[in-house]
């Protein structure tokens, strides 16, 4: 997870609940975030 939080951006500055709703998120959500 610390590593997730610290090379990919899209995690910067979000609490561990806020990742873990992206992850259960659907693919498409994912996606269009990460963009």
Same mark, same amino acid.
């Given at each position: 997870?610390?590593?997730?939080? %610290?090379?990919?951006? !899209?995690? +910067?500055? &979000?609490? @561990? !609940?806020? #990742? !873990?709703? @992206?992850? &259960?998120?659907?693919? !498409?959500? %994912?996606?269009? +975030?990460? #963009?």
């Amino acid at each position: 997870a610390i590593f997730v939080w %610290k090379y990919v951006p !899209e995690t +910067k500055g &979000k609490s @561990l !609940e806020q #990742m !873990e709703s @992206l992850w &259960k998120a659907p693919a !498409e959500t %994912k996606r269009s +975030k990460a #963009m």
